[in-house]
């Protein structure tokens, strides 16, 4: 889901940046923001805002570099004061806006406030990324039956394998898998075109556990040209057993750049399936120095099980608590916390 937000940046920043001689600090921040230059885009969209330069869309720009750095709360800050700029006028601008804040607000844990902002989207807008988050935001607060009717707007007519998965994680994260499993059943409905279909396809069965099939529509889905592919088929051979079969295909995938670290972090997990535990903290290490923010936070949970395992119960605490200070609404790193507490 955090990718369908993020994907509105590029189409707005691009409409909003107008044109001049030469490029302004909005500009440049614009492109440093694009190419993950996450520093320097705070930077240049807080010279904008000094400049009086698309004030309301640097604010906004400043929020989605703290965003994908995972500093929610700053985002947060960041996003309100551009609401705050954005003319009522501007509805494009303050639809992005309702749902950057609501996603803010949610990893941090507000579930209600990130209602709250959802209900404002919702009053003049049905998207459906309002929906999944207020519902998610309502399976969190234990209020079944509204997440129910925002889920089923959200899969209502889709054919997007992804609408599904994204439901069933969200059930899967508040320990609700078997509820979770339904979506995944209706989304095995849609019938697959492209690799990243089978691919999705493939993800659908991996959690179902039904790893044969999981297996067929990942290859159909590498076979195809679909990278992504093979870093779930190393899931898949490790839930089969086949540790060997995993540790080749994480082999492979080093040799892609944008798999890099994931496929480190599988190569921790089959060196964790085999107790060696120094090697999947060094293999866990490599995948962190690759600076793949989307994989960070996988990388920093599995590097406090794998110091569980060893029984350093003193390395684990002091991970998770920086772990929380990243990502503090993480129920599973909560959950872990409160277990460390006890040893």
Not at 225 to 238: Q, S, T
Request: with cysteine; glycine share 8%.
């Amino acid at each position: 889901m955090k990718k369908k937000i993020l994907g509105i940046t590029g189409i707005l920043l691009c409409l909003l940046a107008g044109c001049s001689s030469g490029p302004t600090s909005y500009e440049t921040g614009k492109e440093n923001l694009e190419q993950q230059n996450y520093t320097q885009a705070i930077e240049n969209f807080q010279d904008a805002v000094e400049e009086d330069d698309h004030a309301a869309e640097s604010w906004r720009g400043i929020g989605v570099a703290w965003t994908e750095q995972g500093v929610y709360d700053k985002a947060q800050e960041a996003f309100e004061t551009a609401m705050g700029l954005a003319g009522e006028s501007d509805r494009a601008l303050r639809k992005d806006l309702y749902l950057y804040l609501a996603d803010a607000q949610y990893h941090q844990g507000d579930y209600q406030g990130c209602i709250d902002t959802c209900d404002s989207l919702l009053k003049n807008s049905r998207e459906n990324d309002g929906f999944f988050l207020r519902g998610s935001a309502y399976l969190h607060l234990k209020e079944y039956n509204r997440a129910d009717s925002d889920f089923a707007k959200v899969i209502s007519g889709s054919k997007e394998y992804e609408d599904y998965l994204d439901v069933y994680m969200v059930y899967r994260n508040c320990g609700l898998n078997a509820d979770g499993s339904e979506y995944l059943e209706e989304g095995l409905k849609i019938e697959p075109g492209n690799g990243e279909d089978y691919y999705h396809r493939g993800r659908i069965y991996y959690y179902l556990g039904d790893y044969e099939n999981a297996r067929k529509a990942l290859e159909t889905s590498a076979d195809k040209g679909y990278a992504m592919a093979r870093i779930y088929l190393g899931r898949v051979y490790l839930a089969m057993g086949d540790n060997e079969k995993a540790r080749e295909t994480y082999d492979q995938c080093l040799k892609e750049e944008d798999l890099t670290a994931e496929a480190y972090n599988g190569l921790a997990y089959c060196a964790a399936s085999e107790e060696d535990y120094e090697t999947a903290l060094s293999y866990i290490q490599e995948g962190l120095d690759q600076a793949d923010q989307e994989e960070q936070q996988a990388l920093l949970f599995n590097q406090i099980v794998v110091y569980e395992k060893m029984t350093d119960y003193d390395s684990a605490r002091e991970k998770v608590s920086e772990y929380l200070e990243l990502y503090p609404a993480d129920e599973n790193a909560i959950r872990e916390n409160y277990f460390l507490e006890t040893r």
